[in-house]
Structures are given as C-alpha cells and as structure tokens.
C-alpha cells in the first residue's frame, strides 16, 4: 500500500511537471505568433523554447517515413501553405506524443487510485481533456480552417473567372492581376501574391500559379492554370478557353449546391417518413401479434 502511494505521488509529480512545461510551451506559442503578426521578432528568450522539438527528436531522430504520428507531413505542409502558416510540423507531432504521455501517466494514476472513485475520475478526465486538447484539436483545428478556406475559393471561383473573362483585352498575366485587385477574396488574394513574386526575383508568373493549384488541389482550377499556359505559350488566343471554363465551372458549383440542397432535404424528411411509417407499422402489426 505504501508502494503504491509513493509510485502514485511520483507520477502525480511527473505529469504536473510534464503538464507545465507542455502548458507553457503552448503559451509561448501563442505568444510568439502575437508578436511575429504584431511586426516583433521572435525572442529566445524561455528557457523551453524548443521543447516540442526536444520531444519530436527524441521519438523520430532519423525519421524518414512522411507520415508520423498520424499526421501526413506533405499534407500538413500543404494546410500551412493555404493558410499562409509556418510550417510546424515537428511541433505537431510532438504535440500528440505529449498528449498519448500524459494520457498513459494519467491512466496508471487512474489505475492506482481506483480505490478512490473520485481520484479515478479526476484522472481519468484529465487525461482524455490531454488527448483532446493535444492529440485531436491542434491538426484538426488546421485542417478544418483550411477546408474552409478552400470552400470559399470554389465559391469564388466562377465570379472570378466571369470577371477575369472582361478584362482578356490585356496580357493574361496582367489580366489575372487586375481582376484579383478588383474582387476581394481568399482567391484573389493568392493570385496576387503568386504573381506579384515574379517582381520580386521569384520564377516566371507560370511557375508561380502552378504552385498555387498544387497547394489547392482543386480539378477544375488545376485545369484551368494548365490550359492557360499552354494556351499562353503556344500564342493561341485565351479569351474562349476562360469564355468555357467560366460555363464549366459555374455548371459544377451548380451541381454541387443541387446535391447539396437534395441532401438537406433528405437529412429533413427522413425523421418525417420515419414518424409516418413507425406509427403505420404499429397499427398493422399490434393486431397481428395480438392474434398470436
């Protein structure tokens, strides 16, 4: 008994420590970001500053696989890129190993203190709130925001190529360039920023743009940049090619609000049909057993 209570303190003591520091660096974080966006430069200042890395090389040293700890790396890299973030990956993954830790340290002092339904609990919590607050929430937090941010793309996709079909008068680039500056979105803003990176030393507007589909990883845009290169270079004029693609592209975001429609009246009329059948299913089957 007094085994377990000394084996209970240590790892009681143990995931408060470990708690602190992950805590902490979470905190350091945040405010690290504040002060990139504010215009500071990052401090190293705290003496934890690179504890997720710490953790990350301490578990994948020589690390060649691209997914770890349940994250693809590409892909995660892909999130950062249409969100505009630094690439945390490292931080990522070392952030669920933090979390499965302290769910594993939490679960033995659950196990321990099972005698003490309270105790138990209290673990018990404290060691899924880890799991959620560390493993779940920080990929999902990115993934969610950029799947929202590639919605409000495809929705501004037709508009913008509707706008951009009344400007071909000019080169394309310049073209593609005016149009952004004119329509305020998501869309327009990385079309600016690919294209204004040529001014700045950066590889030639087509480079640029194909980078850009790649990190959208939409069909329909995908296309559309390649078709239009190839138009570009070929010197075959783009007026009807974006006059096709504006039709294709408002057809599909048709479609989609359609189906989506359909599956909103599907998900409203199942619990109706359901109330109307159950009820008329009853009716005739209580008379049928009652018989029995």
Not at 55 to 65: E, H, M, P, Q, R
Not at 199 to 209: E, F, H, P, R, Y
Request: aromatic share 10%; charged share 25%.
């Amino acid at each position: 008994m007094r085994s377990d209570t000394i084996i209970a303190f240590c790892l009681a003591a143990l995931a408060i420590l470990f708690l602190m520091l992950t805590l902490s660096s979470l905190a350091y974080e945040m405010l690290t970001k504040k002060r990139t966006l504010g215009g500071s430069e990052e401090t190293d200042d705290w003496l934890f500053k690179n504890f997720h890395e710490a953790i990350f090389t301490t578990f994948y040293k020589d690390a060649k696989s691209e997914k770890l700890g349940g994250i693809d790396g590409k892909e995660y890299a892909r999130y950062c890129r249409l969100l505009h973030r630094k690439n945390d990956f490292h931080s990522a993954v070392a952030k669920r190993i933090e979390g499965i830790i302290l769910f594993l340290i939490c679960l033995c002092l659950a196990w321990i203190t099972s005698s003490n339904i309270l105790l138990t609990v209290v673990f018990a919590a404290v060691g899924l709130a880890a799991v959620a607050v560390l493993y779940i929430m920080p990929y999902s937090d990115l993934k969610n925001k950029a799947d929202e941010r590639l919605f409000r793309i495809k929705d501004d996709l037709p508009r913008y190529l509707s706008l951009l079909e009344k400007a071909m008068d000019m080169p394309i680039d310049k073209a593609m360039l005016l149009t952004a500056s004119k329509f305020k979105s998501p869309l327009s803003e990385d079309i600016m920023d690919s294209i204004n990176k040529v001014s700045l030393g950066a590889d030639g507007w087509q480079s640029t743009l194909v980078d850009l589909a790649h990190t959208y990883d939409i069909d329909v845009f995908s296309d559309l940049i390649l078709e239009i290169i190839n138009a570009y270079e070929q010197g075959i004029n783009i007026r009807p090619l974006i006059t096709r693609k504006s039709y294709e592209v408002e057809q599909d975001r048709l479609y989609a609000v359609e189906a989506h429609d359909a599956k909103i009246k599907t998900l409203i009329y199942l619990p109706i049909i359901g109330l109307k059948i159950l009820p008329l299913m009853a009716m005739i089957c209580l008379p049928m057993l009652g018989g029995l």
